[in-house]
């Protein structure tokens, strides 16, 4: 009894109906079907291309693990000497860094000055995300200082020029005076030697320099805002929990994610919302089923009338054209997924669709993922269930 209404409803798929019309809207619902599925798994896999890339760039320029205290700006690095002898830590950097201003030829703007010590400066892996000059902070006796790619941008910086970068901020220790409050200002000058660039967010507001001139700028002694940790690998997880244990509450232990968890957090929320204008865009389409299920009840009144003479009750005919509409809509979902994910695996193996303009890769990133299939399938199921029990509803 339970494969009846499935036979039958099969036997209506396939069957030509008496008004094309009614052929035609469903092959349309099925088409549509067809290509909202398929776009749902190419966009969001190109989508997922884009995260991977920015997640990998983050990944690339910041530690495994950072080291800040749970209030205030600053703190002592002696309390945490014994950190260097720590097993599964490999290296270890000191970092102050504040907001400041910064001038150069006529332009001025806020800047995230980030100081980092020798080893950061010997080892950073923001070395690898150099664009244009070199990497150095120091020349000579001379400090230099390397921009985030939009921040040169904004400000005109170019590592060929030899105009100075004045970096100014409010004086901590002395008073402000009224009468000529520039002259509360401490000031460093400094040279530009490189620009990189590691994500937008980054890049419109970085400037590393040497931890010594931020330390003459805030007038801090041998105070840090933050220990960047890189450990053995896979280890990071374990080493996060040991630390925190170990420092308390005074102390907050980030891992990668956590250093960037605003940036991971818009990510996600802008797939969501390119998942949800998708899958509107697919419940629109599934009205073709909707129009063309009601056509074919009322086409299909004499079998009706035929099962019910057979004593099939109103709830069997209900699941047999409710049936029969959820197969347009799977048979639609079918397809859409090959396309989707053979044009996704093409892209992926090939390139075919080059990126425009200079960028960091070639072609359009492409990343395939299950949990995105069956959140497809999901969501196109589901909508296809809808749109074939509205109308069966009302036999």
């Known amino acids: 009894m339970t494969a009846l209404p499935f036979k039958i409803a099969l036997r209506y ?74 097993p599964s830590i490999v290296r270890l950097s000191s970092v102050l860094e504040d907001q400041a201003f910064l001038s150069c030829d006529g332009k001025q703007g806020l800047v995230l000055v980030k100081g980092i010590d020798e080893a ?21 006796d001379r400090p230099m200082a390397i921009a985030g790619a939009g921040l040169a941008a904004q400000l005109g910086l170019n590592p060929r020029f030899l105009s100075p970068l004045e970096l100014h901020y409010p004086s901590r220790t002395d008073a402000i005076s009224l009468a000529n409050p520039a002259a509360s200002l401490r000031s460093a000058k400094l040279g530009l030697s490189g620009v990189l660039s590691v994500s937008s967010e980054l890049d419109n507001k970085l ?28 280890s990071a997880k374990a080493v996060q929990k040991a630390l925190q244990e170990r420092l308390g509450a005074a102390y907050r232990v980030l891992d990668r994610y956590q250093q960037n968890v605003s940036v991971y957090k818009m990510m996600r929320y802008e797939k969501l919302a390119i998942y949800a204008i998708l899958i509107f865009v697919v419940l629109i389409i599934a009205f073709n089923i909707y129009s063309s299920l009601r056509m074919l009840v009322i086409e299909k009144q004499d079998d009706i009338a035929t099962l019910r003479s057979l ?3 109103d709830g069997l005919i209900r699941h047999i054209f409710r049936l029969e509409g959820w197969l347009v809509s799977l048979l639609g979902m079918a397809v859409g997924l090959v396309i989707g994910i053979a044009l996704v695996l093409v892209q992926q193996e090939f390139g075919l669709v080059p990126m425009p303009g200079n960028f960091v890769v070639d072609a359009y990133p492409v990343v395939l993922r299950a949990s995105d299939i069956l959140w497809t399938v999901g969501g196109v199921a589901l909508i296809g269930y809808l749109m074939a029990l509205l109308p069966s509803r009302k036999i």
């Open 13 to 86: 798929l396939v069957s030509r109906k008496s008004y094309h019309v009614i052929n035609m809207i469903s092959g349309i619902g099925a088409a549509g079907m067809a290509v909202g599925t398929a776009a749902l798994i190419t966009i969001l896999s190109v989508f997922n291309g884009f995260d991977s890339l920015v997640s990998q760039s983050l990944t690339d320029a910041n530690p495994d693990l950072v080291i800040k205290p749970a209030s205030g700006k600053v703190f002592q690095p002696d309390s945490l000497a014994w950190l260097v002898d720590a």
């Open 311 to 313: 004593g099939a009750t």
């Open 207 to 234: 400037l590393v320099v040497p931890i010594g001139t931020v330390r003459e700028l805030l007038a801090y002694e041998t105070e840090i805002s933050a220990l960047e940790i890189w450990t053995a690998p896979e």
């Open 120 to 140: 950061g400066e010997e080892e950073s892996p923001l070395q690898s995300h150099m664009i244009d000059g070199i990497w150095q902070l120091h020349r000579g």
